[in-house]
T-cell receptor, first 110, second 115 residues
Framework: EDQVTQSPEALRLQEGESSSLNCSYTVSGLRGLFWYRQDPGKGPEFLFTLYSAGEEKEKERLKATLTKKESFLHITAPKPEDSATYLCAVHGDAGNMLTFGGGTRLMVKP | DGGITQSPKYLFRKEGQNVTLSCEQNLNHDAMYWYRQDPGQGLRLIYYSQIVNDFQKGDIAEGYSVSREKKESFPLTVTSAQKNPTAFYLC??????????????FGPGTRLTVL
């Protein structure tokens, strides 16, 4: 059974204070790891897909990296508008579905 | 604009009633999904469909039913058998289920409250 654990559950940062969110996973064979951003009361917004260890992807202040056991979402010089819940999900060989982690709620104060 | 629409945005149900949540997509995606999200928790899969007229149960299908008569539509019925239906319901779609491009794209969600 695929499992995804995200940490920390909540993270408070000052504007400009860089940090990282962690997504640890266990899968039978990784087909893809996905990051989403979710604002309160809205549906998740797709950010990145990572397919293999060593892969990195960037979008504005966000950078996602992948190893064989975990993924990090690095946030550089965050702004208050980066405040949201960030969700991680994996797709493994065992089935056709995604398994989601519980999310990290990020709060960036000005 | 291509995307996924869900309606209504808010829904109130009396105990013992069945209600149906609508989900429509114009992305020409084959696969569609329904998730439930409770406060402070991740997404849990209710049902999914890979092709028209076929669907499979997810992790928490009890008390729910779906249909897939058209590629674009995947309505979810929350029945009176669902013991704790108050939650945020999300519909998603992807090009294929299990294929190499399995990014799922989500609708805006429906918040269901049982009175």
């Amino acid at each position: 059974e695929d499992q995804v654990t995200q940490s920390p559950e909540a993270l408070r940062l000052q504007e400009g204070e860089s940090s990282s969110l962690n997504c640890s996973y266990t899968v039978s064979g990784l087909r893809g790891l996905f990051w989403y951003r979710q604002d309160p009361g809205k549906g998740p917004e797709f950010l990145f897909t990572l397919y293999s260890a060593g892969e990195e992807k960037e979008k504005e202040r966000l950078k996602a990296t992948l190893t064989k056991k975990e993924s990090f979402l690095h946030i550089t010089a965050p702004k208050p508008e980066d405040s949201a819940t960030y969700l991680c999900a994996v797709h493994g060989d065992a089935g056709n579905m995604l398994t989601f982690g519980g999310g990290t709620r990020l709060m960036v104060k000005p | 604009d291509g995307g996924i629409t869900q309606s209504p945005k808010y829904l109130f149900r009396k105990e013992g009633q069945n209600v149906t949540l609508s989900c429509e997509q114009n992305l020409n995606h084959d696969a569609m999904y329904w998730y439930r999200q409770d406060p402070g928790q991740g997404l849990r899969l209710i049902y999914y469909s890979q092709i028209v007229n076929d669907f499979q149960k997810g992790d928490i299908a009890e008390g729910y039913s779906v249909s897939r008569e058209k590629k674009e539509s995947f309505p979810l019925t929350v029945t009176s058998a669902q013991k704790n239906p108050t939650a945020f319901y999300l519909c998603a779609s992807s090009i294929l289920a299990g294929g190499p491009y399995n990014e799922q794209f989500f609708g805006p969600g429906t918040r269901l409250t049982v009175l």
